[in-house]
């Protein structure tokens, strides 16, 4: 007949002497205890850790313990995911035996990978920002494509906002003493700015171009 509790007894010593400085107990019934798992120091010094907590269950090793992630550092949330899929595929391949050691050794080497990891993500991080800046930057050189629709839409702002500055130029000339318009030629006016300018976009409706270049070319011939 199996004696757990002594087989319990037995792998706690041997964990107590193999992990001095990350073992703790922290009950005795149930049986229950935490190994802070570190991994070895990265390109740049970087690490990763994780405490697993861990508790017998009175028939361990024919039945599997208890375990969770209590804290981890420098730990994503896909990392804790793998973390805890690898125990479950540990715990299964090792049942029947006091498995531990074997559990957290794997977890040790999966921290390992993880900071072998960090480089590259951190090179993967810094090409997709630049590849973003250059979409940005393309995206100002090359500017909105003009529709007839869109331009019509822009020129009817446009225009209105030049009408108002010729308004507010047409009244300070005015105080100035300068000769008024009629009535009839400031609608006329008005008029030209709907009518004008539209011309180009007739033979086709997908004309790339910057609106601010655009804007710029046109308040030039306006004003």
Same mark, same amino acid.
């Given at each position: 007949?199996?004696?757990?509790?002594?087989?319990?007894?037995?792998?706690l010593?041997?964990?107590?002497?193999?992990?001095?400085?990350?073992?703790?107990?922290?009950?005795?019934?149930?049986?229950?205890?935490?190994?802070?798992?570190?991994?070895?120091? /990265?390109?740049?010094?970087?690490?990763?850790q994780?405490?697993?907590?861990?508790?017998?269950?009175?028939k361990?090793?024919?039945?599997?313990?208890?375990?969770?992630?209590?804290?981890?550092?420098?730990?994503?949330?896909?990392?804790?995911?793998?973390? $805890?899929?690898?125990?479950?595929?540990?715990?299964?391949?090792?049942?029947?035996?006091v498995?531990?050691?074997?559990?957290?050794?794997?977890?040790?080497?999966?921290?390992?990978e993880?900071?072998?990891?960090?480089?590259?993500r951190?090179?993967?991080?810094?090409?997709?920002?630049?590849?973003?800046a250059?979409?940005?930057?393309?995206q100002? +050189?090359? /500017?909105?494509?003009?529709? $007839?629709?869109?331009?019509?839409?822009?020129?009817?702002? +446009?225009?209105?906002?030049?009408?108002?500055?010729?308004?507010?130029?047409?009244k300070?000339?005015?105080?100035? /003493?300068?000769?008024?318009?009629?009535?009839?030629?400031?609608?006329?006016?008005?008029?030209?700015?709907?009518?004008?300018?539209?011309?180009?976009?007739?033979?086709g409706?997908?004309?790339?171009?910057? +609106?601010?270049?655009?804007?710029?070319s046109?308040?030039?011939l306006?004003?």
């Amino acid at each position: 007949m199996t004696d757990y509790s002594e087989e319990q007894r037995n792998e706690l010593e041997a964990l107590e002497s193999i992990y001095p400085d990350s073992f703790t107990v922290l009950s005795e019934n149930p049986t229950t205890f935490t190994i802070t798992v570190t991994s070895e120091a /990265g390109e740049n010094g970087e690490t990763v850790q994780t405490t697993l907590k861990f508790t017998y269950r009175e028939k361990y090793p024919d039945e599997t313990p208890l375990y969770e992630i209590v804290s981890q550092e420098n730990l994503d949330d896909n990392d804790v995911t793998d973390i $805890i899929k690898l125990l479950e595929q540990q715990v299964e391949e090792n049942l029947g035996m006091v498995m531990i050691f074997t559990l957290v050794s794997a977890v040790q080497e999966k921290l390992n990978e993880i900071v072998d990891q960090i480089k590259t993500r951190r090179e993967e991080e810094k090409k997709q920002k630049e590849r973003e800046a250059e979409e940005e930057e393309k995206q100002r +050189f090359h /500017g909105t494509p003009v529709t $007839i629709e869109n331009f019509l839409n822009w020129k009817a702002k +446009f225009d209105a906002e030049l009408l108002e500055i010729k308004r507010k130029k047409m009244k300070e000339e005015e105080q100035a /003493g300068k000769n008024k318009l009629s009535g009839k030629q400031l609608f006329e006016m008005d008029h030209n700015l709907d009518t004008s300018d539209i011309q180009f976009l007739e033979e086709g409706n997908h004309i790339s171009v910057s +609106f601010s270049v655009l804007h710029l070319s046109y308040l030039s011939l306006k004003v």
